[in-house]
């Protein structure tokens, strides 16, 4: 009985490998921080861009990258070729971790305290690589 209960349950988890289909493309975009304080990069995209868009996001959280470090962004349909079908570009605000901890965020926006701010489309991160570089290069 267990030779048997053991069987189908590896011919389940074949038969399930087999039918996911993983999309060719790029899964993440790399952000890597060369510099030698910590940051916080804070993502944004959408399918409809208004010029407000384009200003710090008080209401989305970052990922704190340490100096000489990177995170990855995770894709939001499983690769990025298939997102930058419905968005213009991808967004990255880059902020120090200390003025993001301890500033309020209505603040940074009103006095522009953003270290950079990427504005990139599927043509620059294909020319990036899918790697961008804090400060730029």
Known sequence: MKKLLFLSVAALC?????CVEEREGHH?????NNGNDT???????QGRIEPDDTLYPC???????LPNNQREFEAGDEVWEE????????????????????????????????LHHYKLTLEDLQRMNWVVDYPPK
């Open 39 to 45: 940051i916080v990069c804070v993502e944004r995209w």
């Open 28 to 32: 993440f975009i790399t952000v890597k």
């Open 14 to 18: 074949c038969m399930s490998h087999s």
């Open 59 to 65: 209401h989305i959280g970052g990922l704190t990258i």
């Open 83 to 114: 997102d930058f079908k419905i968005i213009p570009f991808i967004q990255f605000f880059i902020i120090n971790d200390s003025i993001y901890k301890n500033i309020p965020c209505d603040t940074i926006r009103k006095y522009n305290m953003i």
